[in-house]
């Protein structure tokens, strides 16, 4: 039985043909697809938001106007009184 004995370090020549640097053209696409996807994620954000607001835009009304279909005149004479006044602070 004979046991030979091998080197685990790579020479340098072995490194030096291995190792492959990023192109710039592999560069330019990842950032490319990550400034695609910012923007089509605040795209999404924008228009959710804008349904939800539109969807939850409600109908409110103050105490001066009249709800819809009610004679304005009567209701001119049930808040018109003579002797109180209301005053806002």
Known sequence: MTF???SIVPSVTDVATNTTAATPQADSTVIGVVIALI???LALCGFLLYRY???SKGVYRTAGEPAPGVDP????N???TGN???YFI
């Open 84 to 86: 109180k006044k209301e």
């Open 4 to 6: 030979t004995m091998t």
């Open 78 to 80: 049930d808040t018109v």
């Open 73 to 76: 005149e009567q209701v001119y």
């Open 53 to 55: 607001l539109c969807h």
């Open 39 to 41: 923007l089509v994620t």
